[in-house]
Structures are given as structure tokens and as C-alpha cells.
């Protein structure tokens, strides 16, 4: 048996003549030609065709039996062909591979004598469909010396837009058909993504709870926006006492509970994906670098020989793939816990997408790369192939690292990549993940969407693709506060359900220095902006007109500017003028009244 794999494999039960007992031979006995069609429908079904070619290299062996594995599960309309000659196959499915096999029907002897035989079936595993996007996926074919060449077909509807990202790059493009010649494919999966930007809509539901006899306040994370994902919070009710957001950048609703209160909060929401991720304006944390009792790179483990030139961020995404194994069963079995990294490593072949995770991200930090790990919703059609760890609803978690060169945060998935036999999921993501929180400075705070439950097993999100939505802009108020010595006090309230983070400036005038800083405003919350004076006046107050440009808008507010000495001191020194001058005038009256009596005397 030889592997040969979509991550598949091939086996071969080989015969030789005058009447030597059935062995199994190398399968560089035979040239095996591979011409593989995709053809890719409207509804998402993929019809597949394998037309397989095999040449005998020797007058004295043929093979009298096949077999093939495809990293695919839902397949049906499974048709063989030998010679012509249609033949039922054996047909075995495991948890995300489908094994085909059969004997040949044709006994094809002698050297360089051709034996053709096809193979066909349907599927929903190659191509996905979220929304207006389309991801096609095809397993790859791995190299063998038995394989003498490959040529791949993909036939997409003629409807789909041309290709935000497809890898490897065809060798033609005629239409709607692509085509990959051997050198190309290689042992190498070929993905492609047709759409830009999906868009979904979401329905959350959290369930809180105060058990104390006291007010507490708590809260809650709503998904924030990504280098990736942004978010439009449609509706949030109720609405909190609060709205901030954390050192890495996840928002969070502050709700105040009475005592023994039951409260549910519902935010409905639009959440657009995009595929290329966007540039960050702030230089990430030193906290990103830093191990704790989850990401324990300290531990001796990560100082083991095979970990010695596993330092980049591809490099540890490779090994993280192919020495971590998924286990289907885990969920099952026991009830999750969170392992330390060093712990997950150590027991690698018993992993789920936090293990995966957590050990990406400790490998990074130990090299200082900065990476955080993500949780949130993962889309799957096939939880076999993408499966969906987290038990709370559907969760699922993945890393994400800084890419000093493109300045911005890259996500990636070596958890699916594992289980779907080499997909790629490092330079290219999908529109199937969506980010409840980010986890930092703290790998398991703050909670995610879905795990705020009241002990009832309740269905909690709902995540569907929808056509494109407008996002409303953001919309600011700007009212003044106070002065504060020399400056003037701000608040800048953001009435939308979008989040703003860029640049808040007031120009220079006769009073106002240039004030200009970086400004991250989630939505429904306030933030305040201070502005420096270049004057004041020494007494009276002074009122302006201060105009605040936030995302390239002017808002208005009147402003009262008075002296920075302080009230008490200009009282005194109102008191010392008022002193001198009645000594002053004191001395002035002595003398004149002594000048007068020397006069008269």
C-alpha cells in the first residue's frame, strides 16, 4: 500500500505471470496520468471526474486492484469505470475521508500496454457558498513516483466574479475554466476565493445573572472590529451604563444588575468580512510577548532539538500542522479544559483548536513574534472537515500574529488546515470566521459571545450570510467639559453603531495650540479629547468657538477660557495692588499733613 493522496491514496494489489503468487510490488512498476475535472455548479455541488491512465513499465506485472482516498465526506453518485466497463466500488467512510476501492474488471498485460479507467462522484466539500462569496477548495494530490503527470481542470458557473485569491496560479485562464499542469499543482491544495467582502447578520443573546444580595456591575464582550471584521451594531438592549474598550481592543458593555436579577441583553448586528486585512495604526503590546500560565513557552518542552529553527511565523504554522493531530472525540469524552501550551504539546495527539492555538501562540511569543489567540463563530458545512470545537454554542478559536512588514495583524488556521489535509490557511483566510473577542494580555478574559448562560442549554447565536449592507457613518457629539490648567476638556460621544478609531485634530488659532490625537471610539460611548491653549486672559473669561474634525467632519462646541492663575491668587494679588496703593496714598497724606503743620507753625 503507497500513499498517493487528494490528500488521498492509492493501493494497488499488483499481479505478475506464469503463475507467481500475488505480491505487492513498487508502483514505480507503472506511469500513472491523473486528469482530474472540477466542475463547480450554482446550487455548490461539485461534480468530480478522475480519468486515470496507468502504463505498465514491466511485460510481467498488472495490477488487479485500486483504491483511492479523498478528503471528502459527503460524496454521492459514485461511479467507476474500468475499460468502459461501469463496476461497484467499495465504499468506506471514516471521519473526514472517503476510501474508494475495486477490482479491475480488464486484465491489461505487457509492457507499456495502457489500462484507462475512470472515477466520478458528487460533492458539497470542494465548493462553499457564503452569501455573495465563494471559496473552492480541492485537496491536494501528493507527489509519487508512481504519477508521471497531473493535469487539473477547475470549471467555475460563468456568474462567478473574477478571483479575489487563487493558488497556485493557473497555467490558463479561458473564461470560467481554469487549468493547472503538474508542476504547477505539485503536492500543493488549490484554493480559490471569488468575492471580495461578505457580509453577515448576527443575533446574540446574553444571559445574566446577580445571586448576591448587593448591586454588581458586569460585563459583557461584544464582538469588535479586526484588521479583518467590522461591525455594525444595529440594536443593544438594553442599553449598558457603559461602553469602553480593553487594551486589546475588545468592546465591552458595562451593565449594572439589582440584587437576584435575571437580565438578557440582545444586540443584533451586521458584521462585514473582508478579505485582505487592513493596516493597524498603533505598534502592538509588549504584553504580546510575554508568557503566563497558558502560553508557557518557559517550560522545557519548547527547548526540545525539533524545535530548534521553528522561529518564523510559517515555520511554526507548519509544525504546529503537522505534528499536532485532531481528536474528534475530546468534546465527547470529558468536558474541556484549558491545558497549558507545554501540556498540549506534550499530548499532541489528542488536540483540540485551543491546543492548536495556544501552541502557535507560545511558539510565536518565544520567538518574539507578537500573536494573540482569537475566539468566535466558525461557518462550517462539515464539522468533519472544519470542525468546531468550543462547546459553547458553536465556537471555535484561532491564532492570529503581527506582520511587522504589512503593519498589520494576520489571522490564520492551523487547526483546519490539519484536518483538512493541507488546505492553506496562512496566506489566505476564508468569510468563515468571525471574531468574538481577542485574547492578549489574558488568555481566557474576556469571555466570548455564547458563554454567558443562565444553566439552560440555549442556542444563543445566530450567524447568516446576507447581501451587501451600508454601514452608516460614524456620527459624533462634541461638548465641552471644563478647563483644566491649560487645557480645555472634551467629550466626544459616538451616536452610532460603528466603531471609530483614527484621528481627532483642532487647527491652531489665536487661543488653541494644534491638538491632535488618535481617537478609539466604539459605538453608543464617549471619549474624552483635550485640547492646549496658547493664551488665556488674565482676568475675564473668554468664550469659544473650539472645532473638533473627526473622520474629516467639523463639530462645533463653545468653550470657556480663563486665566490658569489661580482664583485665590488673583484675589490676593487684587489685595496687594489695593494695599500698596492705600499705603501709597497713607504716606502721601502724612507727608503733606507734616509738610503743612511745619508750614503753619
Known sequence: M????VALYI????????????RVEAIAKFNTIYQINYQVEESGNTHVNFVISQRNNLSVVYATDFGISVNETKLKNIKVKDEGIQITPDVLKTLNQTTISFPFVSKIVGKDKLHNFTIEYDTTD???????????????LEQDENVSDQIVTLTVPPEFTAPAYIDPKPDIVN???????????GNKPISAIFGKTQYYRGKIIYHLQNNEKEKVQTDIALPPDTSYQTVYYEKLEPRPIKIYTDNDR???????????????????LVIKLNFNPSQTLTQPSEEYLKKNSIWNFDNSIFSSPELKNINSPKSIYDFVVDKMKYDYGKINRQRPVRSPAAESLINYVSAICTDFTDVYVSLARRSGIYARELEGYAISENPDLKPISLTQDVLHAWPEYYDKERATWIQIDPTWANTTRGIDYFNKLDFNHVVFVIHGSQPEYPVPAGGYKNGEKTKDISIEPIDEVTFPTPVFKVQFIKQEGGELLFSVSNLSGVSYFGNAKVNSDTFLETSEQIMDIPPYSEKSFRVRSKKQPFISITDLKVIIYINGQPYESTASLGSVTAPGLILAGIGGVLGITFIGSWGLHLRRQKQKTTLYR
Open 126 to 140: 470542494i465548493a462553499t457558498k457564503q452569501g455573495n462569496t465563494w471559496q473552492i477548495d480541492i485537496p491536494r
Open 11 to 22: 493501493f494497488l494489489s499488483l499481479c505478475t505471470l506464469f503463475l507467481r503468487p500475488k
Open 2 to 5: 503507497t500513499k498517493l493522496s
Open 175 to 185: 473564461g470560467n475554466i481554469y487549468y493547472f499542469s503538474g508542476k504547477k499543482v
Open 250 to 268: 475588545n468592546i465591552l458593555a458595562t451593565y449594572l444588575l439589582n440584587p437576584n436579577e435575571n437580565l438578557d441583553v440582545n444586540l443584533d
